[in-house]
């Protein structure tokens, strides 16, 4: 059957206790065989036990190792955890000794996968932990739980109650259609429920993009004119914050400057560096490479001078960010204004001086407002963060605008009834559940039918 | 004696698959207990409607014959869900439970290669795993290639009324007493199973004047493709509709414990949708009544089935049931309803072929499968006996899918998720529904039943050529424009006009226009037959949604096309979950995509699955 592994499960060089985790048939019997203590292939389910970890003679390490048995563990096999205490280097020897014993180095999450294929936790669950092991800020392993704990899919769950709940009735309709005490659902009804399904899942995209917010940080962009500040107002953002300067590339080929934390969100600022290397040619304003950085960004700094009337790049760059996320940051209000914003229809609009480094805390809370970060602080996440289930979200409300066309055409409700099954059967994949009696057992629970 | 195919039961299911086999050219005798009852309806007097009016029409298309004889027989024939779209469109017909019968037994009579003798079975002669004939109550032994057992309700049957229990079948007939015992000493799993039918009201004693009357259709139809209809509008029979009251539900509530159900009496498991009045009762406590339908039986005589009052209470609270409903006040109760358990074989032992997996030659239909229905049987029953045929022949056996007909989805059904009540083919067991429609039979399903021999060539010319007359249709309304100038039309229409030409075919995707309104309006020839416009419309207007299900069922095709070896050891292959390998081991699923449909078995499964297969091919 399944072989046996293992690998260190708490993460490495912190804490003073670090737990292996051995998993498979053999599981017991290979740490027995290097345990010092009671005969683990003796003892009861689900306890915890006393001793060392003996080598060729040699005690490694003073440990405490829990037994569980299949199936009520993480993996549903049989599962050792040793909890070692001697420190970093003699937990790696640990393992090293499991390995020479028969065990074989767990592949990154593996655990998790047994999990999955034994049964134990459906296809969300195993995404939201795989989301765990690779989470990074606090928040994010928020999210992560709760995925872990089926909070998403509770929520697709009731969502998919809501489908049969009009599609069995549909389904009575078609096979009972002379019981004229069933209800006999009619478009007014789906329309109805069509509305609120949609907006379900608008809902959900739209809070699982505020989780990927906590998930990949606020993409930000500083574009203007050259000589208008950009260098500065990067500068005091990232300075003012003792910034996490990264290495990481992120998502996209953009070179991510720095991030600074505001409410425990990354905000990554992004270099549009080809704005300074075009900068020579005033005329040539290098929009096209800033824009390709616009384009997929959270955020825009569009940062304009007080002193200065507004150009005609000035003007260009406004109307390029008419549709963005926007705030329009204006440098040097100490100087005498000579800006003319009053046809500005943008209501985010910060004064700052990035010489005499104030109004860099109006700017972060006019993000933290535009982002509302601070809900992130209270409330649960519900959200799905992995982009597969996204993207049968996305999928579904596809659907949900085929159904709406349907209804306009006036088309039958059992010809629309296949895309609510579809939608159904959609979301069933995202937590890993597919067709079965589910739906007659709806039927004839609900109705009463029959001869 | 030694035949070719012995058919033992002349049901539904048994009717088919002898005319089936002998229509095949197979020498073959069908075993009856009472010649009499060939073909019998035991229970309600009707053929065909949702999903069931289907399977009717898919076994005329490939060449059965419960659709040709309802068309002989009935006393009213309806269209049931007009005012949903197409692709649930199902035809009912009121049967004369005394035409039907005796129609049907003329069919048997005359056709050739067919014998049919009365007797009672009581074992199978069995050598080596494989079937080799039947054994008679009498002792003979009667030697065959092939043996379909289509026993029905018969074995080791059991009428349940009240707290009373008595062994015999349907009528006062015998039960089959010994088969399903020696059945199960050959290896065979046996289920009981119950189903129940309601009371028989004399007419004479109904008051119909405070009753609603509901008539057959006013357009003529006929089940077959093959056939014209043979009945008068005028002349068909209505049904009539009555409800229950406060006074019923106190009778039933103050008397459950008499009933078998309630009294505890009763082992077998019964069927969800064939609910009895007093299950309708306690489960739906807040519904104040619940619809009765009093169908005709026969013209012959004087019966009324009380459709949906069915019942396993003693005749005395019977009596009080029937005469707290409005109109029954007086009726005379000519046959009191009951329940009754029988033995059936469990069909996760069955191959998609149906034939058996422990015996060979051995095929099972109807019933004794844990089907219920008479179309549900005759299905079965003709796909036996062209099964039973073609292993004769050594020819590979014909397995429908599901998105070719509901007699695929039906059979797939029985043998990868088996049944543990009596199963009944609703719309809502079909992923294909806009496929499987009741307008195109014939065009999923004519080609299989012409290829094995069932369809001759006269009909199968006539089906030809109607495919053609769609394809020359479809052709003239995409290559034909209607232009702006005609603007009368528009209105005549009802439809909005149009700025540039448009060809036909577009014009008739607007939802407001109906190509028989283009037909009289003179647009398209006048040649073409209605079967054949409808054909065109529905293909046209449903064109987006049947391109969506097609997408689907291809996705079925590829798992389809995933043969699993028939010795593939489960045990060896690792990280299946244990339910899906003890399910995947039981049932042994011939591709893929049955693996993939078995409860117990998810997705993970399928996927460990198909990486092994592919390594498998791969070596």
Redesign the interface.
């Known amino acids: 059957?399944?072989d046996t592994i293992a690998s260190i499960a708490t993460s490495l060089g912190i804490g003073a206790i670090s737990i292996i985790r051995v998993s498979g048939s053999d599981a017991i019997k290979i740490v027995n065989k290097i345990f010092k203590g009671k005969d683990l292939e003796k003892v009861e389910s689900h306890t915890i036990h006393y001793g060392h970890i003996v080598y060729e003679g040699e005690t490694i390490d003073e440990v405490l190792v829990s037994v569980m048995k299949a199936p009520k563990t993480y993996t549903m096999e049989d599962v050792v955890e040793i909890n070692c205490h001697g420190g970093i280097s003699s937990t790696n020897k640990v393992l090293e000794i499991l390995f020479l014993s028969g065990c074989r180095s767990a592949e990154a999450g593996e655990f998790t996968k047994?999990a999955?294929?034994?049964?134990r936790i459906d296809?969300m669950q195993a995404e939201a932990v795989s989301d765990l092991i690779n989470s990074e800020t606090e928040k994010e392993r928020k999210i992560a739980i709760n995925g872990l704990e089926g909070n998403s899919s509770k929520l697709i769950k009731k969502l998919r109650q809501k489908l049969i709940d009009i599609i069995?009735n549909i389904?009575v309709?078609?096979?009972?259609?002379?019981?004229?005490?069933i209800y006999e659902v009619t478009k007014n009804d789906l329309e109805k429920e069509i509305k609120e399904i949609k907006s379900s899942l608008e809902n959900i995209i739209k809070e699982s993009e505020d989780g990927k917010i906590i998930k990949d940080g606020i993409k930000t962009v500083i574009i203007g004119r050259p000589n208008v500040g950009k260098s500065s107002l990067l500068n005091r953002l990232l300075d003012s914050n003792k910034a996490i300067v990264t290495d990481i590339p992120g998502t996209t080929r953009d070179i991510v400057e720095g991030s600074i934390l505001i409410s425990g969100i990354k905000l990554n600022i992004i270099d549009t560096a080809g704005i300074r290397k075009t900068s020579d040619k005033v005329e040539q304003i290098g929009v096209s490479k800033s824009i390709e950085a616009m384009n997929t960004a959270d955020l825009v700094l569009l940062l304009l001078n007080n002193n200065e009337t507004l150009t005609k790049e000035d003007l260009e760059l406004l109307k390029k960010v008419e549709d963005k996320n926007t705030i329009i940051v204006i440098n040097k209000n100490d100087l005498e204004k000579k800006i003319d914003i009053s046809n500005l229809d943008n209501p985010n609009i910060i004064y700052i001086n990035t010489i005499k480094d104030n109004g860099i805390d109006s700017l972060k809370e006019k993000i933290k407002m535009m982002f509302n970060l601070e809900k992130f602080e209270t409330s649960n996440y519900n959200y799905i963060t992995n982009t597969r289930q996204l993207s049968k979200i996305k999928e579904c409300l596809k659907v949900v605008h085929d159904i709406e066309k349907g209804l306009n055409?006036?088309?039958?409700?059992?010809?629309l009834e296949?895309d609510l099954?579809?939608i159904w059967n959609t979301l069933g994949?995202i937590i890993?559940e597919?067709?079965?009696?589910e739906?007659?057992d709806e039927?004839?629970s609900k109705f009463?039918?029959?001869? | 004696m030694e035949v070719d195919i012995i058919v033992v039961g002349g049901g539904h299911a048994g009717c088919e698959a002898s005319l089936a086999a002998a229509r095949l050219k197979h020498k073959t005798l069908l075993i009856t207990g009472n010649i009499k009852n060939i073909a019998d309806m035991p229970c309600n007097p009707s053929v065909g409607g949702p999903a069931k009016g289907i399977l009717v029409r898919e076994i005329d298309a490939l060449g059965g014959e419960m659709g040709i004889n309802t068309d002989k027989s009935h006393l009213q024939l309806k269209m049931l869900n007009t005012k949903k779209g197409p692709a649930v469109w199902a035809l009912r017909a009121q049967a004369d439970k005394i035409t039907y019968p005796k129609e049907m037994l003329k069919t048997l009579q005359n056709q050739e290669n067919l014998t049919i003798k009365e007797a009672i079975v009581d074992d199978l002669l069995v050598k080596n795993k494989k079937v080799y004939g039947v054994k008679l109550e009498n002792g003979e032994e009667i030697k065959a290639k092939a043996v379909i057992l289509t026993t029905g309700t018969y074995l080791k049957a059991d009428i349940l009324v009240g707290s009373s229990r008595t062994p015999g079948g349907p009528h006062g007939e015998k039960e089959a007493k010994n088969l399903s015992d020696n059945l199960k000493k050959l290896g065979l799993t046996i289920q009981r199973l119950k189903t129940g039918t309601p009371q028989r009201i004399k007419k004479s004693s109904i008051d119909y004047s405070v009753l609603e009357r509901e008539d057959g259709d006013n357009v003529l139809r006929t089940f077959s493709y093959d056939t014209k209809p043979m009945y008068k509008i005028e002349d068909q029979v209505p049904c009539y509709l009555t409800y229950t009251n406060e006074e019923t539900h106190k009778i039933i509530m103050d008397n459950l414990k008499k009933s078998s159900m309630y009294g505890g009496y009763v082992r077998g498991i019964g069927p969800r949708y064939c609910p009895s009045i007093e299950d309708k009762v306690v489960r739906f406590k807040d519904k104040e009544r619940h619809q009765l339908f009093l169908e005709p039986e026969s013209l012959y005589y004087d019966d009324i089935y009380l459709q949906g009052f069915s019942t396993s209470m003693p005749h005395d609270i019977q009596e009080k049931m029937v005469h707290s409903l409005k109109g029954l006040e007086h009726a005379e109760i000519v046959k009191y309803a009951y329940a009754i358990e029988y033995d059936a074989i469990d069909p996760l032992e069955m191959q998609p072929s149906l034939e058996n997996k422990i015996i060979e030659n051995l095929f099972t239909a109807g019933q004794i499968n844990g089907t219920s229905g008479y179309e549900e049987a005759a299905a079965q029953g003709l796909m036996a006996g062209i099964n039973a045929s073609l292993k004769i022949q050594g020819k590979e056996a014909l397995v429908l899918k599901r998105n070719e007909a509901y007699i695929g989805v039906l059979i797939d059904d029985l043998v990868t998720k088996g049944t543990k009540e009596p199963y009944r083919m609703l719309t809502s067991r079909a992923e294909y529904r806009l496929l499987l429609r009741h307008d195109n039979a014939d065009i999923r399903l004519r080609k299989y039943g012409y290829e094995i021999g069932l369809i001759d060539d006269v009909r199968y010319q006539k089906f030809k050529d109607k495919l053609q007359d769609i394809e020359d249709l479809k052709n003239y309304l995409n290559e034909n424009k209607v232009y702006p100038v005609e603007g009368e039309l528009f209105e005549k229409l009802n439809t909005s006009p149009i700025l540039d030409g448009l060809s036909l075919s577009e014009l008739l995707k607007r939802p407001e226009v109906k190509i028989n309104m283009l037909k009289e309006l003179g647009k398209i020839p006048q040649k073409y037959s209605d079967e054949v416009l409808e054909q065109v419309e529905i293909s046209i207007k449903y064109a987006g949604y049947i391109a969506k299900e097609e997408k689907e069922a291809l996705k079925l095709k590829e798992l389809e096309s995933i043969k699993i070896p028939e010795d593939l050891d489960y045990e060896i292959i690792p990280n299946l979950a244990s339910e899906g390998r003890q399910k995947l081991n039981q049932i042994k699923p011939i591709t893929l995509g049955q693996a993939s449909r078995i409860s117990g078995v998810n997705p993970s499964d399928i996927a460990v699955l198909s990486v092994y297969l592919k390594r498998l091919n791969h070596e």
């Open positions: 059957m399944s047994r999955f294929l034994n049964g296809l069995s389904e309709n078609i096979d009972y259609p002379e019981y004229e005490d055409d006036n088309l039958d409700l059992d010809i296949i099954k579809n994949t890993g597919s067709y079965e009696e739906l007659l039927l004839f009463c039918v029959g001869k």
